[in-house]
């Protein structure tokens, strides 16, 4: 079971279209570890907000660790006018900037296959 938040439907949200593209090329990094104890203490998930998707880890809440607090790690986004995803990663402000190795791709498979790869310790350190 992948750890992914409802989708919030609205004006400017992603297409079904891209909405299965998502789910085909996410969900696959969402996958329970199959080792119990990192399991119970780290999960991925991603949720949509209109046009882009927060992919997080999310971890036990030290002083109560039967809440999960979610960190946010990668935005995706999806602009219609140019048709391209773009990729964003956060700063220490906590605001999203553009992730400048690979800032946008036509396809979101390529900007999942970057976060996956990491080569700049960014994302998952």
Known sequence: MSNVKPTSSGRGGLSDVHLSQVKRFLDPLCVPHPEARVRDQLRYGYRVEGPAVVF???????????????????KFRFTKSTGQW???????????????????????????????????GIFFG
């Open 56 to 74: 997080f880890e999310s971890r036990p809440r030290f002083e109560k660790p039967s809440e999960w607090l979610d960190h946010e790690i990668a």
């Open 86 to 120: 773009s990729l964003y990663c956060p700063f220490r402000d906590l605001k999203w900037r553009a992730y400048q190795p690979l800032p946008h791709a036509a396809d979101l498979a390529e900007l999942v296959a970057e976060l996956r790869r990491d080569p700049t």
